[in-house]
């Protein structure tokens, strides 16, 4: 069973930095992270897509993170980073990470993991 597991959330001041992680794992079984992506939700609203890492490396980020922050993924530890820098008030969401990842016996699906609070006191 596929499980994301995010660490890294906390109250920082504005202008300061996080780095969130997600951590995949399969129960010891084979499998592939393709697409990565993060997404942040604040109360009463969606889920917004925040920036997006795909298997060939390409990024792309929502414009209001543009130029702060960074996605990455370290393929030897199956964790995928979101490296936050000069952080703003307007940042503060739970932030999700959600990942296309294939194995043996499910195929290609997307997880979720289970969020992480980021507040930014200004």
């Known amino acids: 069973q596929v499980q994301l597991v995010e660490s890294g959330g906390g109250l920082v001041q504005a202008g300061g930095s996080l780095r969130l992680s997600c951590a995949a794992s399969?129960?010891?079984?084979?499998?592939?992270?393709?697409?990565v992506r993060w997404f942040r939700r604040t109360p009463g609203s969606e889920r917004d897509l925040v920036a997006r890492l795909t298997s060939s490396g390409r990024t792309n980020y929502t414009d209001a993170v543009e130029g702060r922050f960074t996605i990455s993924k370290d393929d030897a530890k199956n964790t995928v980073y979101l490296q936050m820098n000069r952080l703003k008030a307007e940042d503060t969401a739970v932030y999700y990470c959600n990942a296309n990842i294939y194995t043996c016996a499910e195929g290609s699906r997307h997880y979720w993991g289970q969020g992480t609070q980021v507040t930014v006191s200004s």
């Open positions: 399969a129960s010891g079984n084979f499998f592939k992270i393709n697409l």
